[in-house]
């Protein structure tokens, strides 16, 4: 009986949790620069829930950088405390980068942080996130992986999307294709959208049995895509081994339909 009970309180908590999902957020001040445009990049990192505005979680950046042909820059970072809640006095970690474009081209800006254990959940969550900047009208190599051990290989152009296109990508762990993952998907509310209803908050796709994945984004602004995946065990300071869920997410951009087709 104690262990049904339990169960069907895990079950509970981990449908909970979707509704309400954790994403590394990686956003650069623009997914595109052009002639005359500024070279230099503003990106920001924050572990947040884009959909609901928060609560922000405390994370480090372990690894980073942006790759453009193979080749990888270094970004440094700058460590900024937020409240953790609107008006909360706890606080938590951001982290905000500029990086200066040296050469035409397509930037895989990447973020790779430290494991979050997750009490609600009893697990940790890992995140490696991805966002794209291309630049002075080369677009190659937007399609390539950069060698990440749980990454998203878009199938759709990550820059230059309109509202309404359908994002297609395909999920990677290891190395190999990652099938029948969950995929969430979760706008950035920066508009202050309301939702009927908690499944409202977090969009959930599958990933078929080749890994590849789809999603229609409905309105304009930053859209982000999380496959969850299984990452093996990591001790907790509690001395017990959790399960670690390593995810991997990219972020895009979605423009609003221009105003003579609306
Ligand atoms: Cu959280």
């Known amino acids: 009986m104690r262990k049904i009970l ?8 981990s449908m909970t949790a979707v509704a309400s999902a ?7 001040n623009t997914d595109m620069v052009g002639d005359g445009q500024s070279r ?9 829930h884009p959909m609901e505005g928060g609560p922000n979680m405390p994370f480090k950046i372990i690894d980073s950088g942006a790759v453009i042909n193979g080749r990888k820059y270094k970004l440094h970072w700058k460590k900024i405390m937020i409240p953790a809640m609107k008006g909360s006095n706890k606080k938590a970690p951001m982290y905000e980068a500029t990086f ?22 009893e697990k940790f969550i ?22 990440l051990k749980a990454e998203i290989v878009p199938l759709t152009r990550p ?14 762990l290891n190395g190999k294709p990652l099938a029948n993952a969950d995929v969430e998907v979760e706008y950035l509310n920066t508009k202050g959208v309301k939702v009927p209803a908690d499944p409202f908050v977090t ?24 496959v969850l995946g299984d990452g093996g065990k990591l001790k907790y300071k509690d001395g017990k081994y959790y399960p670690v869920e390593l995810d991997s997410i990219i972020w895009v951009k979605a423009y609003p339909k221009p105003r003579e087709v609306r």
């Open 203 to 226: 969009q959930v796709v599958k990933t078929d049995k080749n890994g590849y994945f789809e999603y229609t984004i409905p309105w304009s602004g930053w859209w982000g895509f999380s």
């Open 126 to 147: 890992k995140q490696i996130t991805k966002v794209y900047v291309e630049s002075f009208g080369l677009e190659d190599g937007w399609d390539k992986p950069i060698g």
């Open 6 to 13: 339990g169960l069907t309180t895990a079950a509970f908590i």
């Open 159 to 172: 820059f230059g999307i309109w509202e309404g296109n359908t994002f297609r990508g395909r999920a990677y």
């Open 22 to 28: 954790h994403f590394l957020l990686l956003k650069p």
């Open 100 to 121: 200066k474009i040296r050469r035409p081209g397509v930037y895989q800006f990447y973020v790779n942080p430290s494991p979050y254990y997750e009490p609600a959940e």
């Open 40 to 48: 230099t990049i503003k990106i920001e990192a924050k572990f947040t």
